[in-house]
């Protein structure tokens, strides 16, 4: 199908889904595969709709830095920090006040996604964030998704490749 078709798809079969549960298995899944172990600073993402809540992490991961996107033109990322109350963002998030963080001094991004493809290629909204602000970046990607939206969809060269996915 095409990005287009798998987007609403996608979307609509989110519906369907009981996402506490989800949230807490994919949180599992994170912290038992070790995976954020080696980072210091990591980039994650403040949930709006059904997009599963990792945010626990934080707390689970105290001694971490997480960052969080804010979204001008094009989105960058910011520290998040208990002491840093959130304040409205577009798109129904929310997003910490503060300096913007060097893209590559965040070792690891852990990504919304809409859909993924079956080759590991993020569909997200439409907007393209991710595609162009984690174009070229050497860092580890890891793709979060319902297991409902892993399809085989045509997708374009410039679009976000995930290293590894979790899914639930
Ligand atoms: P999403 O990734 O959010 O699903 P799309 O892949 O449809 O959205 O991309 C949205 C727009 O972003 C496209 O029109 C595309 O031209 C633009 N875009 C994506 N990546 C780049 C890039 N690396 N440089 C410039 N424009 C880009
Ligand atoms: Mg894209």
Redesign the pocket.
Known sequence: MN??EA?SYALQKRKEVFIKQIEEDVIEKIIASKILEPFQHIGIYYPIGKEMNLLPLTIYYKDKEFYLPITKEEISFVKYSKDNPLVDGPFHTKEPKGIIKNRDEIECFIIPC?AISLKNQ???????????YL?QYKGLKIGIVYSNAILDID??S???VLDIVYSG
């Open positions: 990005k287009s987007r809409v993020r569909l997200g909204y439409g907007k393209g964030y991710y595609d162009r174009s997708m374009d410039y679009d976000l």
